[in-house]
């Protein structure tokens, strides 16, 4: 048992690295056939019982002696549903009671992408990107937010690394009380750079993914100016040191870009993105930001890998959402990378409305460089579960 302190509002915090595997949920999402494995692995509460799960590129087809074999095909993004298991809201479901949703097949027969570009070219494609959000409505209704990277091949090459970020968007299910078959998506592109002419005193142009994770608060009584959505993104210019971002806009005027604020230091938010300033660094590409309200008093909760595709499963904590944000501290080590020489790990991230009093369910990814070592190791390439122990005092 490692166990790690640090100092938040001047208080001393415990994290203890002692997580341990899930099983169970390991075993909901171990799949012979249909979707057997994605990455991201990001979640909706979706409040009402269910949550929903947004995957990236991933595998369609069958599992067989542990391989994808033969007839399997990589689609770009996959979402899936399920109820609160009848075992208990935060047990995992059982197998029959996760239903995966993605496009028809295409004119070779087949699949495809549950959402593709409406303004597609060749060699573009979207990532969720991890974040996404229900926003309730009159009546009963449900609007579902799924944040996502816009990408694009960078050349030619056969590379698992032949991506580029264009973009940042939006997919929009305003039929989300619905069953998932009844879904109608629409799309809204987000704007993810800085213009000169857009910043005050800020002039460097900078690019950020947005939507890495989102938050709603919602005070009561219930109104459309009732709370704000936050909605957090990664600026990935400097690949040693990436910056985590915050904007903010009312619920309802989430499709009205022009209505959102970027936090721009202490207590001030600006309609100009120029005027942004980081909240957190040395940030990978993916995190989560939940706001645990089982605590005391209100407290915000990051999960992240380890930079640079460490070991390390990391935690950090705030007062607000904007921070300030505590210094990383581990709470697990991933085990299983030396099962091969191209493996490494990323995309961890907090599930906190699946998880036991004082626990935090935290899924991660092992992946290969090579998609070779990918096909013939079907036990890679799908969210590995663990539950990590928080300190009672944290």
């Known amino acids: ?52 799960w947004m995957f ?18 990589m689609i770009n993004n996959v979402i899936a549903i399920h109820d609160s298991s009848e075992l208990g809201s935060v047990r995992a479901p059982l197998y029959k009671d996760i239903h995966f949703a993605w496009g028809p097949n295409n004119s070779e027969n087949k699949p495809t992408a549950w959402i593709i570009p409406k303004t597609r070219t060749d060699g573009e494609w979207y990532w969720p990107s991890g974040g996404g959000v229900v926003i309730p409505g009159c009546n009963g209704t449900q609007k579902l937010i799924v944040f996502l990277f816009h990408l694009a091949r960078r050349g030619e090459e056969d590379s698992s690394w032949n991506f580029k ?3 940042s968007a939006m997919a929009i299910v305003d039929d989300a009380q619905e069953t998932i078959e009844k879904w109608k998506t629409r799309q809204l592109t987000i704007p993810y750079s800085t213009k000169p002419e857009s910043a005050t005193h800020i002039h460097s142009p900078r690019t950020i993914n947005w939507g890495v ?35 903010r806009v ?82 697990y080590t991933v085990p299983g990378l030396d099962r091969g020489k191209e493996y490494f790990t990323y995309a961890a991230k ?25 096909a013939i190791d079907a036990a890679i390439y799908r969210p590995r579960f663990i539950r990590a122990s928080l300190h009672p005092d944290l």
């Open 1 to 52: 048992m490692i166990i790690s302190c640090f100092s938040l509002s001047g208080q001393t915090r415990a994290v203890v690295e002692n997580a341990i595997p899930d099983v169970e949920w390991d075993a909901a999402f171990t799949r012979t056939e249909g979707w057997t494995g994605g990455d991201v692995a990001g979640t909706v509460n979706m409040g009402d019982g269910r949550t929903v």
């Open 56 to 73: 990236g590129d991933s595998w369609i087809g069958k599992v067989g002696e542990g391989k994808h074999v033969g007839g399997s095909h």
């Open 165 to 167: 970020h264009i973009g």
């Open 213 to 247: 994770s989102a938050i709603l608060q919602i005070k009561e009584p219930l109104h459309e100016k009732s709370g704000f959505l936050y909605i957090y993104g990664i600026d990935d210019s400097e690949v040693l040191n990436k910056k985590l971002f915050l904007a």
């Open 250 to 331: 009312y619920p309802d005027d989430v499709e009205k870009l022009d209505q959102w604020q970027f936090f721009s230091g202490e207590d001030n938010w600006s309609a100009f993105l120029g005027d942004a300033i980081s909240i957190a660094e040395n940030v990978p590409s993916e995190l989560s930001v939940n706001e645990d309200v089982r605590l005391n008093a209100d407290t915000f909760v990051m999960v992240h890998s380890e930079p640079l595709f460490g070991r390390k499963i990391m935690i950090r904590r705030a007062p607000n959402p904007e921070g300030p944000w505590s210094d990383p501290e581990p709470i």
């Open 350 to 374: 907090g599930h906190l409305h699946l998880s036991r009093q004082n626990e935090l369910l935290v899924t991660y990814i092992i992946n290969a460089n090579s998609i070779w070592e990918m």
